[in-house]
């Protein structure tokens, strides 16, 4: 059972573009969502994060977008760059969790082509 | 320094062989994790210790095994290797009273053939 969809899989656009990802969830328990970055032979590192009370979050080129009614969360790149290149990753993790356990996505591989 | 360290970050397995992973922190953090990552799928949680309390999930209860003689260090053991544990092991690190940010190791590639 999956809780946690991205999608797409993988996108790919030009420099200076938007770039869109897309996460849903189905467990209306899930109240905190962190957005990790990966790069190849790094380790996954905290990006940007919302709890659900927000419907936006933003830190310089990144927002959050959420939308609790459907269930439904975006991060925005704006102006993109290939540095951004990576792997991004959604994240949920239940308020009833003293800790965190983190229920991930798949995964959206992101390509910025110059 | 926010660094989880990982050793080995390869490893080969024979089939049937026990498999031992170390994982390290210095931010003096309560809880420790081990994720298994799979290609094309998502990080799955395996088991978490809290202080020296072992919690592991109820899909993975008899696969993996953990230890954690300190708080600073965490294995993950593997009786018998097979094919299926072929994977990406994340080792990361968290603390109940700075907030829920998560910092992860780079991870150890385990191959078993």
């Known amino acids: 059972q999956q809780q946690v969809r991205q999608s797409p899989q993988s996108l790919t656009v030009w420099e200076g573009e938007t770039a869109i990802l897309n996460c849903s969830y189905e467990n209306s328990a899930f109240d905190y969502f962190p957005w990790y970055q990966q790069f190849p032979g790094e380790g996954p590192a905290l990006l940007i994060a919302i709890r659900s009370v927000s419907d936006k979050k933003e830190d310089g080129r990144f927002t959050i977008f959420f939308n609790k009614r459907e269930k439904k969360l975006s991060l925005h790149i704006t102006d993109s760059q290939p540095g951004d290149s990576a792997t991004y990753f959604c994240?949920?993790?239940?308020?009833?969790?003293?800790?965190?356990?983190?229920?991930f996505g798949q995964g959206t591989s992101l390509s910025v082509v110059p | 320094d926010t660094t989880v360290k990982q050793n080995p970050r390869y490893k080969l397995a024979r089939v049937g062989k026990p498999v031992n992973l170390i994982c390290s922190q210095t931010m003096n953090h309560d809880t420790m994790y081990w994720y298994q990552k799979k290609p094309n799928q998502a990080p799955k949680l395996l088991l978490f210790?809290?202080?020296?309390?072992?919690?592991r999930e109820a899909d993975t209860f008899e696969k993996f095994q953990s230890s954690r003689p300190n708080n600073s260090f965490c294995s993950l053991y593997i009786g018998s290797a097979g094919l299926e544990y072929s994977a990406m092991y994340l080792c990361?690190?968290?603390?109940?009273?700075?907030?829920?940010?998560?910092?992860f190791g780079k991870g150890t590639r385990l191959t078993v053939v």
């Open positions: 210790y809290y202080d020296k309390i072992l919690n």
């Open positions: 994240a949920a993790s239940p308020a009833s969790s003293s800790f965190s356990k983190l229920v």
């Open positions: 990361a690190s968290s603390s109940r009273d700075r907030g829920t940010e998560v910092f």
